[in-house]
C-alpha cells in the first residue's frame, strides 16, 4: 500500500508525516490492517477492536470537546465541537451495527488504557496547540488508511461498511480542516511549544498503532 501524500499547503506537518513514516508503515504491516484489506480478519478480531475503538471514542469525544473549549476562534470551536458530537454519534452508529453487546460492559485493554490516559493528560494540562496536536493522528492516520484500503472493497467484502466510513469525503475534508488548524497553531508556537507539540503528535501515533495490534 502505497502512503497518501498530504497537501503541500501543511508544509510544517508534512514534515511530521515524513517523520512518522515508519510508524505508518508498520501500521500497513500489522496482520489486523492487511486482513481488513482483504477482508480475511475474523469477525471476533473484529468486534474486539470496535468494541476497544467504542471506549475510546468516549474519551476522545470529550478531549474534542475540550478543543472547542479552548479554541481561540469560533471557527475552531465550531469545528471541535461538530467532531466531538460526530465521534459519539456517527462512528458509534456503525460500531452498534455491529457489536452484540453494550460496549460499556466492555473493559478497556491496557493498551485502550494508556491511549484514553494520554488523551486525559493532554485535555487536563495541555495548552490547545499541544491538544490538537495530540488529537490529529486519529484523524490523519485514518484518513490516509481509509483511502488507501477502502480500494480492496467490493459489495461481497466482509469489512466494507467500515472501509467506506473513513473514505468518505467528509472525513476527508474533516481531516484537511484539523490539519490546517494544527500546522497554523504549530507555525506561530514558539519552538518549546512546537516541541511538545510533536511530541503529542508522536505519542498519539504510536498508540494508534499498539491499537491497531492489540
Sequence with gaps: MTPAVPSPANRMLDDWW???EPLRTAIDGLPFVRGLA?????????RNYLAQDALYLREY?????????????????????TCAAGALVSELELHR?????????VEASDVTLAYLNHLAAAEARATYPVL????LPCFWLYQDLGTRLVTYSHPAHAYASWLSTYAD???????????????AAAQVA?????????????????HELHFFDQ
Excluded at 38 to 46: I, K, M, N, Q, R
Excluded at 132 to 135: D, F, Q, R, V
Aim: no cysteine; proline share 4%.
Design 61 to 81: 469525544s470529550r478531549a474534542l470537546a475540550r478543543a472547542s473549549q479552548l479554541a481561540p476562534t469560533t471557527a475552531e470551536q465550531s469545528f471541535w465541537a
Design 97 to 105: 451495527s455491529w457489536l452484540a453487546v453494550d460496549e460499556r460492559s
Design 38 to 46: 482483504e477482508g480475511t480478519l475474523e469477525a471476533a478480531v473484529f
Design 132 to 135: 490538537i496536536a495530540a488529537l
Design 18 to 20: 515524513i517523520r512518522i
Design 190 to 206: 514558539l519552538p518549546a511549544e512546537r516541541e511538545l507539540m510533536w511530541r503529542a503528535f508522536t505519542v498519539s501515533s504510536k
Design 169 to 183: 469525503p467528509a472525513f476527508d475534508l474533516s481531516t484537511q480542516q484539523a490539519i490546517e488548524y494544527v500546522d
